[in-house]
């Protein structure tokens, strides 16, 4: 784990631990991970897929199995606000059920995958994605659609998630917020 800025961890069993003491922990069920204003988090996992936590962001790891080879088998991470971004390593799944993210709107189904999400405190948002596919499942109306490399959707605190429109230009979310 690398970091910058103030963050903390919380384990399943309640500790909030800070500083070197949270770099240290593994990535286990119920770990919450909370970051500050300007506070930033890189989780490496072995097969190299990278979690990016942004300032102001609480996400919590409800499912993290994996294999002895290193390959993950299952991740699942709730993101209730803030930025994260995900860089899928070595290992590329195809079925979206293994590998998820839970936003307050919906579901993202991982497929070998690069995108960044962003969860405002009002509810609004975006999701971009610059690799790969991301299978979406309207909480609200249980509707799945596919978003494809190069697209991105906004969404409104209803629940309300826009049609896929292509991201303008190669600026990177995170840059954007830091404006």
């Known amino acids: 784990m690398e970091s910058r800025g103030e963050f903390y961890v919380l384990t399943k069993d309640g500790r909030k631990l800070t500083g070197a003491e949270a770099k240290k922990i593994p990535l286990e069920e119920g770990t919450k991970v909370v970051t500050g204003k300007g506070g930033h988090v890189r989780m490496t996992l072995p097969d190299d897929t990278t ?30 606000k803030g930025m994260f971004r995900w860089v899928t390593g070595k290992t590329a799944r195809k079925d979206p059920a293994k590998m998820k993210v839970t936003l307050p ?44 490399a190069g697209q991105m959707v906004t969404f409104g605190p209803g629940g309300k998630i826009s049609r896929p429109k292509k991201i303008k230009g190669a600026q990177m979310l995170e840059d954007e917020e830091e404006d």
């Not at 999701?127 to 596919?146: M, N, R």
């Open 51 to 80: 979690f990016t936590v942004g300032a102001n962001t609480d996400l919590v790891i409800d499912k993290f199995v994996y294999d002895p080879d290193g390959t993950p088998k299952t991740i699942m991470a709730n993101v209730s």
């Open 105 to 148: 709107i919906g579901d993202l189904g991982i497929r070998g995958t690069d995108f960044e999400a962003l969860v405002e405190p009002n509810g609004r948002g975006r999701v971009a994605l610059y690799a790969g596919q991301l299978e979406i499942t309207e909480k609200k109306s249980g509707y799945t659609f596919i978003l494809d």
